[in-house]
């Protein structure tokens, strides 16, 4: 690597050639590095291709194309802006590494960003990743495709292509990143939300094994879908066109108009409403089973883990007119009853946030069993064979809109980017929580461990408040004692089905 002093040309050459990024501040940044060819083409719906090697220099001093994708509903667009950026190259990467790496390399952060499928890149720019390079970390965000070319199930081409571009992406890692000064042995893959989704089913994945060091998981659903029902999307979208579900047909529909079939399908739906919407699903291939069932049993004990959520998930998706917050509780009560909710964890709940509203509850309760159940019993089997897993728990309220710790507030604090951040902390964010927040990955990455105990016996969660930022030892057993019993009955269902 050659790198020539402040905001200078840094060079690195790949096996695809030379790519020239700059230098400042002690950190070499390389952006929209291609590390697989455009899926576009006769490469449409079909795994990521080698890229063909470039005979001039590469630019990597500007941010990639990104995915297609359609803007959000325009409050969470408000808070979480879309960033488009055309062009057939969304197969890239951004990478951020000290420009002076210790001998053997420093450890590489790899960053899978969230969106439900569907939105999302590496170019938002509350994803830079500078602090964790000026902390010692070579930190990695890339881009995958999104939404029906990613996750389609159509009936002549794989599915989870976009998660195989992630598993690519993870490969071209192990295979290049010693020459930007990486140790390829010391990886952590890092998602949040489907991100998450996706950490999760890499890390239990027979495609992916061996290549990563450690995960972490933010507010990740923990599942994977039968086929048959993730292609129920697949063919409501076809049906829209007037097509059969086929690649054939399908790269006939040129990305736009099928974006733009897409979202009329799926629209402005949440994982509080339901719906049409892309899941990863069971393949038989990259996810032979569901990555909750098969981390629980032991797929990835070698992979010390990270995980935890946010108090308020849900209300990221709840506006002032949402039906739930409405709900009286006789709504409740015909709401959890219809859902197979037991009038227990109901009352877990009620006796735990006293001050809560009906619509709060049963939202609560359905994040709950999406992420928190899951977390815990995750924790719980891994801890029995003596895996390391660190709990964590988001608690710091954002008063924009009255998010309070919802899905997502997390994320400036964690890549300490609160100025880019804002619309969803607002102005006055304490920056020492987000020094506090990025020190504690940034040493997961480094040594596997953080500052707090792993989950055993004591049952440690780290609180990440912003005051005392303390850690509750087994919190809440009466309402963590009904989540389980739930937990349960929810992991049995989902295990069954597939």
């Known amino acids: 690597m050659r790198a020539e002093g402040s905001r200078r040309p840094v060079s690195v050459t790949t096996r695809s050639g030379e790519v020239v990024g700059r230098t400042s501040n002690g950190v070499n940044r390389f952006l929209g590095v291609p590390y697989a060819a455009p899926p576009f083409g006769p490469n449409r719906f079909r795994p990521a291709q080698p890229h063909d090697r470039w005979d001039r220099a590469h630019d990597a001093t500007v ?183 086929t690649r054939e047909a399908f790269s006939r529909i040129s990305p736009n108009a099928l974006l733009a079939a897409q979202t009329r399908v799926v629209g402005d739906e949440s994982p509080m409403t339901g719906g049409p919407s892309f899941q990863i699903a069971l393949d038989g291939r990259m996810v032979p089973e569901i990555p909750w069932e098969a981390v629980r049993g032991g797929v990835a004990d070698g992979i010390d883990l990270l995980i935890g959520v946010t108090t308020d998930e849900r209300r990221l998706w709840i506006s002032p007119g949402d039906p739930l917050v409405t709900m009286n509780k006789r709504q409740l009560g015909e709401a959890s009853t219809a859902l197979g909710l037991s009038p227990e964890l109901i009352t877990a709940y009620q006796v735990s946030f006293p001050e809560s509203e009906p619509g709060e509850i049963l939202g609560g309760v359905l994040a709950d069993l999406s992420l928190r159940g899951p977390m815990i019993d995750l924790a719980e089997a891994r801890a029995r064979r003596g895996s390391l897993t660190y709990v964590y728990e988001f608690a710091w309220p954002s008063p924009v809109m009255e998010l309070g710790a919802a899905h997502s507030v997390d994320l400036p604090f964690v890549f300490h980017t609160l100025d880019q951040g804002r619309t969803l902390v607002g102005d006055s964010a304490p920056s020492h929580l987000a020094t506090v927040i990025n020190d504690e990955w940034v040493e997961f990455a480094k040594v596997g461990s953080v500052s707090w105990s792993s989950w055993q016996q004591a049952r440690s969660i780290k609180t990440f408040d912003g005051g005392t930022n303390s850690v509750v030892d087994d919190p809440q057993p009466d309402r963590y004692r009904e989540l389980a019993v739930a937990t349960e009955r929810r992991r049995r269902t989902l295990t069954s089905a597939s």
């Open 63 to 245: 941010m990639g194309p990104t995915a297609p994708q359609s803007l959000y509903d325009p409050r969470l667009e408000q808070l979480i802006p879309t960033r488009i950026i055309p062009g057939d190259e969304i197969l890239n990467l951004n990478i951020w590494a000290p420009s002076t790496a210790p001998p053997g390399g420093a450890p590489v952060l790899l960053w899978i960003h969230g969106g439900s499928l569907t939105h999302g890149s590496n170019a938002l720019e509350m994803y830079d990743g500078t602090r964790f390079a000026r902390s010692g970390v070579v930190f990695v965000a890339i881009n995958y495709r999104l939404g029906i070319e990613g996750f389609s199930v159509l009936d002549d081409a794989l599915t989870n292509l976009g998660l195989m571009d992630q598993a690519a992406a993870l490969t071209w890692i192990v295979e290049e990143i010693s020459s930007f000064g990486g140790d390829p042995t010391q990886i952590t893959v890092m998602g949040q939300s489907a991100g998450g989704a996706a950490v999760a089913a890499l890390v239990s994945s027979p495609e992916t094994r061996g290549l990563m060091r450690r995960a972490i998981i933010q507010s990740g659903p923990l599942v994977a879908m039968p086929t048959e029902s993730v292609r129920e999307t697949t063919d409501l979208i076809a049906h829209k066109i007037g097509i059969m579900p």
